[in-house]
């Protein structure tokens, strides 16, 4: 058990680390463009004065590695800004102002969070069932043509860009068929039914693509699994294939399904922001490509690093659960 | 790894591995693929279309970018004029809504962006991939040590994200295909570095490898001439999965409108306006869905037949169970 906390302390610091260099990266390529910050914030119409002003407020005229620690700092202690006649205090973990609107880049993302948050964690359950469950029967069916069937409709999947199926699946069944409203976004604290029902079409358009790939990888590990010794053991021992399957060999193919799962937090916060903008959802994908239109170097740095946290995070937790739920892993 | 299965049991290509030369061998275990070859038929059809876009568009007598505010009707808020969307004998296809473009030209030289930028976006892919990869594999502890966390990083960051956010930094003065197809590439080349690495660590330890490092060899020469051949197999395979994953970022951005921007088309871009439109002119969501969704879906047979080819043991290795649990982690992670 000493091994493992010992396992889990180093991962959480190696976390940390990551996250930090992460942000490192992040504000040298945001804040040294070749392009003039001062420049783009303002406009291409700013005469040289006003852009003089701008990158005086912004504290431009500061070295980077100032600006950085600046950065740091408010985001460690927060941090006062003035606002031309009154001084705002932006707490900790402050990530800035934002250029367009004056407001603090944590509360914006802070009241954006719920909507992407309700999106990924509703889309996830679902893909991993229908991932989970699909590469399963393929497996256990292998060989059939229902397999075959299967295995078409999940290289379907893998084939279409979520947005193509976003949009689809509204025509069909909000335009043509009428058995939804287009979606709009209703709190879960409001009302948890038409949050719900709401969040119906998002979900699955996000997970009808994602599970594609859980689909693929859950049936190449379940035959792998299935071709191994102890496996043999159990169908010569008697015990039925029902349960070789769904029990056994599930047990073997659990553990690449994790890591499957957080490799792809990643690109399904990509889909986020996709499906977001298909369906007009109030999320951090809807803001993040508002800010990238308006060059708004606070809040995009800011989004970035907020995903970011979210996908290393969920990397560490799933190499935790990785050791947990395989013990061969050897615990570096 | 799943297809790979599938193929070889069709096809029997796992029994036995016949000598020839390595070119010839890929050919004769692909041809086996039928899926593969009919996908590859497909995907040398659509680069034939993108090539010859200015002539097809000749053919019909039309050009992407002209309006023909004549062919649309205003009074009911630009819905093509005629049945079919428009279509007719000097617009195959019908026209856009409102600006009564003509859209076979706006699909073919659409064909033009989608392939170009997902192949140049792939070239930069594997060219920072295998430099950074063998480098680290052959540099000292230090360098790998550096590069390895640089690019544990790079996989971090969500290829989406932030090429979204890089392009809100670029001026745009710069050619916008150009640019999407070099942040793609820039941001997406961390698993290809993983895979070169561990590749050329392997390779490292081999006997033909030793034997010029002791005849004195630079290390610049034994990269070139011994380790590049041992990395091309694994580099093909996974750079044939990349193209049709570039062409969904690149369909994505565009789609998100920070892409290929008008009045160059692209057929993420055609779907940003396409659902307002789908009663009056289906063909206008229906052509750039289809297109993208048949480039991503011959592509992905194509890659996975060029894994089945390159690396027949992959597939019986799932039959004779040998325990590599965690290759299987990683062949997951390398996909995903």
């Known amino acids: 058990m000493n091994g493992f906390t010992g396992f889990v302390l180093r991962r959480a610091v190696g976390a940390a680390v990551t996250l930090l260099a992460i942000s490192v990266i992040v504000y040298i390529v945001f804040y040294a463009t070749p392009g003039n910050v001062a420049q783009i914030t303002c406009g291409p119409r700013c005469s040289p004065e006003q852009v003089h002003q701008v990158a005086r407020q912004l504290n431009l005229d500061d070295p980077l590695f100032v600006r950085y620690g600046h950065f740091l700092q408010g985001l460690v202690a927060g941090q006062d800004y003035s606002t031309g006649t009154s001084v705002q205090h932006c707490s900790a973990p402050c990530l800035g102002l934002s250029y367009q609107s004056d407001q603090q880049v944590t509360q914006l993302i802070w009241a954006k969070l719920p909507v992407s948050l309700s999106l990924v964690a509703g889309a996830m359950v679902l893909w991993l069932i229908l991932g989970v469950g699909t590469g399963v029967l393929s497996a256990w069916r292998r060989g059939r043509f229902s397999e075959r069937v299967l295995t078409g409709i999940t290289l379907a999947g893998t084939a279409t860009p979520v947005f193509v199926i976003g949009l689809v699946l509204m025509i069909v069944v909000c335009g043509e068929l009428r058995l939804l409203p287009f979606p709009q976004y209703v709190a879960l604290t409001d009302d948890p039914e038409q949050w719900a029902w709401n969040l119906l079409l998002p979900w699955l358009s996000l997970a009808l693509i994602e599970a594609a790939a859980f689909a693929r990888l859950t049936r190449a590990s379940m035959l792998e699994t299935l071709a191994e010794d102890h496996i043999r053991t159990f169908r010569a021992y008697g015990v039925g294939e029902r349960s070789v399957v769904g029990r056994h060999a599930l047990r073997g193919a659990f553990a690449p399904v994790i890591a499957l799962n957080a490799n792809n937090v990643g690109s399904a916060v990509g889909g986020a922001v996709l499906t977001e903008t298909l369906f007009g959802l109030p999320g951090i994908g809807q803001e993040l490509v508002h800010a990238v239109n308006v060059v708004d170097l606070p809040v995009v740095v800011g989004m970035v690093l907020v995903i970011g946290f979210f996908v290393v995070l969920a990397n560490a937790v799933a190499d935790v659960l990785y050791a947990v739920a395989d013990r061969r892993v050897v615990l570096t | ?336």
Request: hydrophobic share 50%; no cysteine.
């Open chain 2, 1 to 336: 790894m799943s297809e790979a299965l599938l193929a070889a049991r069709a096809a029997g290509t796992d029994t036995t591995v016949p000598a020839g030369s390595g070119a010839r061998q890929f050919w004769r275990r692909l041809r086996t693929q039928h899926a593969a070859l009919v996908a590859a038929a497909v995907v040398a059809l659509l680069v034939l279309v993108a090539l010859a876009a200015p002539l097809l568009t000749a053919l019909e007598g039309q050009d992407p970018t002209t309006y023909h505010p004549s062919l649309v009707d205003s009074a009911r808020g630009g819905v093509p004029v005629g049945p079919l969307g428009g279509a007719s004998a000097d617009h195959w296809l019908g026209v856009e809504p409102q600006t009564g473009r003509d859209l076979f030209a706006r699909l073919v030289y659409g064909a033009r962006v989608s392939l170009g930028v997902a192949l140049a976006a792939t070239v930069v892919q594997v060219a920072i991939g295998i430099t950074l990869g063998v480098a680290a594999a052959l540099g000292k502890r230090w360098v790998d040590q550096l590069l390895s966390r640089f690019t544990d990083i790079i996989v971090a960051m969500p290829l989406m994200i932030m090429s979204l956010a890089l392009l809100a930094i670029v001026p745009s003065s710069f050619p916008r295909p150009v640019l999407v197809a070099l942040v793609i590439g820039l941001i997406g080349w961390g698993n290809i570095a993983r895979i070169v690495r561990a590749q050329t660590l392997t390779l490292k330890e081999l006997d033909h490898v030793s034997a010029a490092r002791l005849s004195g060899w630079g290390t610049w020469s034994i990269a070139r001439r011994e380790l590049l051949p041992g990395i091309a197999a694994p580099v093909i395979t996974y750079a044939a999965l990349l193209v049709p994953s570039n062409i969904t970022v690149e369909a994505a951005l565009s789609f998100l409108g920070v892409g290929v921007k008008p009045p160059t088309p692209s057929w993420g871009q055609m779907l940003t306006a396409a659902d307002v439109w789908y009663q009056a002119a289906p063909q206008y969501l229906l052509l750039p869905a289809g297109a993208l969704f048949i480039t991503v879906l011959a592509l992905t047979v194509l890659g996975d037949g060029v894994r089945t080819a390159l690396d027949p043991r992959a597939a019986s290795r799932l039959r004779v169970g040998t325990g590599r649990r965690r290759e299987s982690k990683a062949a997951g992670g390398g996909t995903a």
